[in-house]
C-alpha cells in the first residue's frame, strides 16, 4: 500500500504539477504584470479586509482567518520540518519561490470564486471553484468531481492528517496515549461540526489571529538566541536550493531534485493556491469588488508560507540541530530546536501550538467540505448528520493511522484537486485577469471599486440572480 501511494505521489507531483503550479503562477504573473511585486503595499491596505455593504455575506476579515485558518496547520510545522530534512535547506528556496508565483493564482482563482458566488442555504453566500467550472465554463460534471475531491479529501483526508499531527504531539510531547488524545479530539470536533459553518468561522475568527501571533513570538525568541548563526543560514539556504553544497559530494542532481520537489510540495501544501480551497472561503465574503478578496487571499499566502513556513525553518536552521548525527524527525526535530531556548517548557508549548494550530485547520477544512457537499446536492438534515458522523470518525481513526500514508494521501488529493482547479482558472483567467484591471483602474481615479457585472458582457447568462445587484446603477433607489 505505502509504495504504491508513493509511486502515485511521485508521478503526480514530480511529472505533472511542479511545473503546472511553477507554469501557471509564472503565466498569470506575467499576465497581471507582475502584480505581487507591483502592487506589495496594497496587500496591507485596510480596505482589503473590511466588508461590504451586503448582509448575505461575512466580513472580508473573517473570510481571511477563515482561509488562514485551513492554510496554517501542521504542515507549517511538522510539514516544513519533514521538508528540510528530506529536500536540505535549500527546500527553504524552492517554497518561497512556489509561494511568490502562487500570489498571482491566488488573485486569480479567489476573484473568479467572487465573480460566480452564489446563495446557499437561508440565503447567504458560498462559492468556489466547483460554482465556477460550472457557470463559467458550463461543465457541470467538472465541479462536481471538484466537489467530491474536495469533501474526501477535506472533510476526511486532511481532517486524520491534523489528528494524527495532534495524536503524534500529545504522545511524544505529553505522553498522552494517542486513543485518549482521539476520544477527547473526536468529542471537541464533534462540538464544532454541529455548530456548523457559523461556529467555524467564529472559531477561526478569534484563534487564528492569537496562535498565529504566538508562534511568532516564539521563534524570534528562538531565533534571537542563535541569531549569530542567521546570516549563515540564509546562505545556505541559497546555496543548497542550486546544488552548491552537493556539487563537492557528486550529489548534485538527486540534491537539486530532492529541494525542489519538497520545497514546493510542502509549499503548495501550507499555502493551498491552486489547489481550489481558499476560494470557498473568499466567496462567503461580502465585498464590493471580486478583486478585493483576490488581494486578500494573496496576503494569506503572504503570511501562511513566507512569514510562518519560514519562521519554523529559521527555528530548525538556526537551532543547528539538523548537524547532529542522530537528529529526529518531524514534530520531535522542531522540539529539539527550541528546547535551549524554551527549557523545560518546550513540550508543552510545543503541544499546545500543534494543537491549536491542527483544530483550527480541521474546522477550517470541515466548512470547505460542508460547502462543497452543499454544491452536488442541498442536504437533507439526516444526510449531514451521517456526513458530520463520518468526519468525527475520522479525526477519531486519524489519531490512530501511520503518519506515512496519511501524508501520502494528503499530497495525492491534493495534486489531483489542484490540476482540476488549475486547469478550470487558465480557462477562465480572460475575465478574472479583466475584472481585476477593473479594480486597479477605479483606484487610480481615486475611487473606492464597485463591480458592475453590465460592463463585463462576456458574463452576461453566467452569473446569479440577485448577487451583485445591490452593485448595480440605481440598486438602492
Known amino acids: 500500500m505505502s509504495d504504491l501511494l508513493d509511486f502515485f505521489d511521485t508521478i503526480l507531483w514530480s511529472s505533472i504539477l511542479i511545473y503546472l503550479l511553477f507554469g501557471t503562477g509564472i503565466y498569470l504573473t506575467v499576465r497581471l504584470s507582475f502584480i505581487q511585486f507591483r502592487r506589495f503595499r496594497h496587500l496591507f491596505s485596510p480596505t482589503l479586509f473590511k466588508s461590504g455593504r451586503d448582509p448575505r455575506g461575512m466580513p472580508a476579515w473573517g473570510a481571511l482567518c477563515l482561509s488562514l485558518s485551513s ?29 511568490v508565483f502562487s500570489m498571482a493564482t491566488a488573485l486569480i482563482e479567489n476573484t473568479l470564486a ?22 463559467g465554463l458550463g ?3 467538472m465541479g462536481i468531481l471538484f466537489s467530491f475531491l474536495m469533501v474526501v479529501s477535506c472533510g476526511f483526508v486532511f481532517s486524520a492528517l491534523q489528528a494524527n499531527s495532534i495524536a503524534q504531539a500529545s504522545f511524544h510531547l505529553l505522553n498522552v496515549p494517542p486513543l485518549t488524545t482521539a476520544s477527547i479530539l473526536a468529542t471537541l470536533t464533534a462540538v464544532l461540526v454541529f455548530g456548523g459553518i457559523r461556529s467555524v468561522i467564529w472559531l477561526s475568527k478569534w484563534l487564528v489571529p492569537l496562535m498565529a501571533f504566538a508562534y511568532l513570538l516564539l521563534a524570534i525568541w ?14 545556505l539556504i541559497f546555496k543548497s536550493a542550486f546544488g552548491l553544497q552537493e556539487a563537492a559530494s557528486g550529489a548534485l542532481a538527486y540534491g537539486v531534485t530532492q529541494a525542489v520537489t519538497q520545497g514546493m510540495q510542502r509549499g503548495v501544501f501550507a499555502s493551498e493556491a491552486g489547489v481550489g480551497s481558499s476560494p470557498n472561503a473568499a466567496a462567503m465574503a461580502s465585498v464590493s469588488h471580486p478583486a478585493t478578496m483576490g488581494f486578500n487571499q ?22 543547528g540541530v539538523l548537524d547532529q548525527p542522530d537528529a529526529p524527525f518531524g514534530i520531535r526535530l522542531l522540539q529539539q530546536a527550541i528546547t535551549p531556548a524554551t527549557g523545560g517548557w518546550s513540550h508543552i508549548v510545543l503541544a499546545i501550538l500543534v494543537f491549536s494550530f491542527a483544530f483550527t485547520s480541521i474546522s477550517g477544512n470541515y466548512a470547505y467540505a460542508e460547502n462543497n457537499l452543499s454544491f452536488v446536492h442541498r442536504a437533507a438534515p439526516y444526510k449531514l448528520l451521517v456526513f458530520r458522523l463520518m468526519v468525527i470518525g475520522m479525526v477519531f481513526c486519524g489519531c490512530l493511522m501511520e503518519l506515512h500514508i496519511v501524508w501520502k494521501l494528503a499530497d495525492i ?38 463591480f458592475n457585472p453590465d460592463h463585463f458582457p462576456e458574463l452576461r447568462g453566467q452569473l446569479e440572480p440577485g448577487i451583485w445587484d445591490k452593485n448595480r446603477p440605481g440598486a438602492d433607489r
Open 298 to 319: 494573496m496576503f494569506a499566502v503572504l503570511i501562511d508560507t513566507v512569514v510562518i513556513c519560514s519562521a519554523t525553518a529559521l527555528i530548525v536552521l538556526t537551532s
Open 139 to 141: 461543465m457541470r460534471w
Open 71 to 99: 492554510r496554517i496547520g501542521t504542515g507549517n510545522l511538522t510539514g516544513v520540518a519533514i521538508a528540510i530534512t528530506l529536500g536540505g535547506p535549500g527546500a527553504i528556496f524552492w517554497m518561497w519561490v512556489i509561494a
Open 222 to 235: 528562538v531565533i534571537g538566541h542563535n541569531i549569530e548563526k542567521l546570516p549563515q543560514v540564509i546562505a
Open 413 to 450: 488529493f491534493m495534486a489531483l484537486m489542484a490540476i482540476l482547479n488549475l486547469t478550470a482558472l487558465l480557462l477562465l483567467s480572460g475575465v478574472a485577469v479583466k475584472v481585476v484591471k477593473d479594480y486597479e483602474r477605479q483606484q487610480r481615479m481615486g475611487k473606492i471599486p464597485v
Open 114 to 135: 467572487q465573480i460566480y458566488k452564489g446563495a446557499g442555504e437561508r440565503g447567504k453566500f458560498r462559492g468556489g471553484p466547483a460554482d465556477y467550472m460550472e457557470k
